[in-house]
């Protein structure tokens, strides 16, 4: 079982920056993957970007050159540091850990980006 707990959302002008925070409550080393999923209203949920427990990274073409995923193994925790942002970065933001075949996940974190 883990719990993921984040933090960080909020609304920003278009061009501005925001990070979330994804707290775990286990040893993020024990996790095979993290990852920052978003869904907009009447879309379905999207990955944005994901890191290994082996610290390798992947993003959305939509997020790359803009998004920057990273982990604080001390802390447990994962942030997602968002910039340049756009009006189509709106969206619930969600943290999930896969462990083996089994995918948690965050309560979710409101994103809303103005023009």
């Known amino acids: 079982q883990v719990q993921l707990v984040e933090s960080g959302g909020g609304l920003v002008q278009a061009g501005g920056s925001l990070r979330l925070s994804c707290a775990a409550s286990?040893?993020?080393?024990?996790?095979?993957?993290m990852g920052w999923y978003r869904q907009a209203p009447g879309k379905q949920r999207e990955l944005v970007a994901a890191?290994?427990?082996?610290?390798?990274?992947n993003y959305a073409d939509s997020v790359k050159g803009r998004f920057t995923m990273s982990r604080d193994n001390a802390k447990n925790t994962v942030y997602l540091q968002m910039n340049s942002l756009k009006p189509e970065d709106t969206a619930v933001y969600y943290c999930?850990?896969?462990?083996?075949?089994?995918?948690?996940w965050g309560q979710g974190t409101q994103v809303t980006v103005s023009s």
């Open positions: 890191i290994t427990s082996g610290g390798s990274t």
């Open positions: 286990r040893n993020i080393f024990s996790i095979n993957a």
């Open positions: 999930n850990a896969r462990v083996f075949i089994y995918d948690y």
